[in-house]
């Protein structure tokens, strides 16, 4: 989402056939940190990361390039910190505008840069840490949940193995690591096979993260210590860095109930300050927070200058009010959960700079900040004249691939093709969902509409209209082909990347007066700040006027059904997804719902709509997304 997840249905995963309008309208958390000490299992992360040599102890060789380098003689010592967020499982290069970057020019105009894929990440990071002695990997949470096919229908498996040969030295959870549940992500964690699915290869267990994952916000409800370690201490030849990673103190609203049964989600920066306190005491000065939560930048370009015309003042959004308060002890913040790219210096509350940075999303960057650790006084060197550097770099496709991502690639898609490569559909060109440039999307509509025709008849539900949360459109359905398939067709491994959480259709009644408070919870509450327009189905239109505020936006009167009024009285029925019917992404009226229905999966109902409405000889043209009248 930005993301907005939802949950994936574990026993289905094998068998299972919007940052324009927040820039549009302007983008303008607290419950006690009450987590016990896990200091103890928290001091280290354990070695043995295939090899890749950054860190752990392992003595590099070689001269840092003309800085401090290795030299213990030296007072200060440059630690290079690569980092990166929301990878989302895409292993293999994003179709469409999810595998693009916007980098400004000289001239000022803007060039769109294919960007992302994991072989090309790998060679990115390891030929970045070349010339570092000390080098560590870091991330800011949803390396996976929402993932394509290749990684989806696996359990996400396959992602935790590149990190693992990636050599990802750490990471905070997101909330899509709470997809499929606290169980689910502590297999992820530990490793063993799936409790559903077994193992995917004869003879092969599955031996989880070689990293931390670190939930420091997250704790049991009855015991209220974290589920997993709230930090870690990276050593290197006398180097000591700290990582405390939380996730966004509203996980519980973008996930499903099921996802965070049991669990606190905690205020991020009282959680950080806590344990930063903790780390100090312990001798650990030099302190480094991976939060999944982020901003707005002020460009959609990568490169842009945050820091112009003063510090921070390129972002808005959620990170730049945490970064104000998370204490100075902290000395850099790497985040995430916006999908924007920015390397920004907010001043902490002392008013010393501090670095805020994303890489965007689905590996289509990465940063390299530079921390320079004080060996006298244990910390990084923070003054009103120096701080850590930070740029963020993009994971271009006409570099090499790494051999040993492609093997692993090739291996899984081997295992994935009897279902990924079958054909769902046919499109006369692009169908953008994720990529769309305007509230309402092409995809977003065909969407809608398929879940309503699933939906219709008398006896599967008897819907009369269909919404869609915008988060829940995970990419844009691609004309050029991503594989040997053609042009134009549509595979169900690329239906998947689209709806890849499987799910399930509900139909429940809702009266007149509940709709138009659904599409009023759009712009008001809790979406007030950062709106989420729904995607409606063939029938529904109204107006959308960003002139006005909060609820008001919605033009009461233009809201018609098949071009009638919309009755206040009347009962209607209404198909959406399990998660909008679960109250999620702040549509609270919607668990008001009575007399539901359940019917197929969200994934089962585009494929059958795109199976039913197109074929090679007559593709399906995109949605002219004109239900939507916005007035600016």
């Known amino acids: 989402m930005s993301p907005r997840p939802q949950r994936r249905r574990a026993t ?9 309008l927040a820039a549009a309208v302007g983008i303008t958390a607290a419950a006690p940190a009450g987590a016990e000490s896990a200091s103890a299992a928290a001091h280290s992360r354990h070695s043995g990361h295939n090899g890749h040599g950054h860190g752990h102890g392992q003595d590099h060789g070689g001269d840092h390039g003309g800085g401090h380098g290795g030299d213990h003689s030296s007072r200060t010592v440059d630690v290079q910190l690569l980092s990166f967020n929301d990878l989302h499982g895409n292993l293999e290069p994003p179709q469409g505008s999810s595998g693009t970057v916007e980098e400004l020019q000289s001239d000022g105009s803007r060039k769109k840069v294919e960007a992302g894929g994991v072989e090309y990440l790998a060679n990115a990071l390891r030929t970045a840490r070349k ?32 990190m693992n040969k990636l050599g990802l030295d750490v990471t905070s ?79 519980p609203d973008v996930v499903s109930a099921n996802g965070v049964k049991g669990l606190k989600f905690h205020d991020e920066a009282e959680t950080i300050d806590k344990y930063a306190k903790e780390l100090d005491r312990q001798g650990v000065k030099s302190i480094v927070a991976l939060i999944h939560e982020g901003g707005m930048p002020a460009s959609t370009a990568y490169n842009y200058d945050c820091d112009s015309p003063g510090p921070g003042s390129g972002i808005s959004g959620p990170i730049a009010e945490i970064a104000k308060k998370v204490t100075p002890k902290v000395d850099a913040l790497v985040t995430g959960h916006t999908h924007q790219a920015y390397a920004c210096t907010i001043p902490d509350p002392s008013g010393m700079p501090r670095t805020v940075t994303s890489a965007a999303s689905f590996g289509k960057l990465y940063t390299d900040t530079t921390l320079t650790y004080d060996r006298r006084t244990k910390d990084i060197v923070r003054t009103s004249v120096k701080s850590p550097s930070a740029r963020n770099h993009v994971v271009n ?31 006369t060109a692009d169908i953008p969902g994720r990529g769309s440039a305007t509230p309402e999307t092409p995809l977003g509509d065909l969407i809608s509409d398929a879940q309503l025709e699933a939906t219709k008849a008398a006896g599967k539900g008897g819907a009369q209209l269909a919404l869609m949360n915008p988060g829940g459109v995970r990419s844009d359905l691609a004309y050029k082909a991503s594989g040997s398939e053609g042009d134009g067709v549509v595979t169900y491994g690329e239906a998947f990347t689209v709806q890849p959480f499987t799910n399930m259709t509900n139909v429940v009644d809702l009266t007149g007066a509940q709709v138009l408070t659904a599409l009023q919870q759009q712009v008001s509450g809790a979406n007030a700040a950062s709106p989420k327009i729904l995607q409606v189905s063939r029938g529904l239109t109204y107006t959308l006027d960003l002139t006005k505020a909060g609820a008001d936006r919605v033009v009461k009167d233009s809201v018609r059904l098949d071009g009638a009024p919309l009755d206040p009285a009347k009962t209607y029925r209404v198909a959406m997804n399990e998660f909008l019917a679960g109250g999620g992404d702040g549509f609270t009226v919607l668990k008001e719902g009575k007399n539901k229905y359940v019917g197929p999966s969200d994934l089962d109902a585009l494929t059958a709509y795109l199976t039913a409405h197109s074929s090679a000889a007559a593709p399906l043209a995109p949605p002219n997304a004109d239900r939507i009248t916005v007035v600016k």
């Not at 502590?186 to 409790?195: D, I, M, S, V, W």
């Not at 004869?202 to 989880?208: D, I, M, P, T």
Request: hydrophobic content about 35%; aromatic content about 8%; glycine content about 12%.
């Open 12 to 20: 289905r995963r094998l068998t299972a056939g919007a940052a324009v």
């Open 397 to 427: 496709r006409t570099q090499p691939k790494a051999a040993d991502m492609t093997a692993l690639i090739q291996r899984w898609n081997k295992l994935a093709a009897p279902v990924a490569n079958k054909p769902v559909g046919y499109i």
């Open 173 to 251: 959870v997101g909330n899509h690591e709470f997809d499929e549940g606290r169980a689910e992500l502590t297999r992820l964690q530990k490793g063993g096979c799936h409790p559903t699915d077994g193992c995917y290869e004869k003879g092969k267990r599955f031996k989880g993260a070689d990293f931390p994952y670190l939930a420091a916000n997250v704790t049991d409800e009855k015991t209220g210590r974290p589920i997993l370690k709230p930090y870690t201490v990276w050593k290197h030849k006398g180097v000591k860095i700290g990582f405390i990673g939380v996730t966004l103190e509203g996980t």
């Open 131 to 162: 010339g570092h002695p000390y080098s560590v990997t870091a991330a800011a949470g949803d390396m996976v949940g929402a993932s394509p096919l290749l990684s989806g229908l696996f359990h996400d498996e396959p992602t935790i193995e590149a």
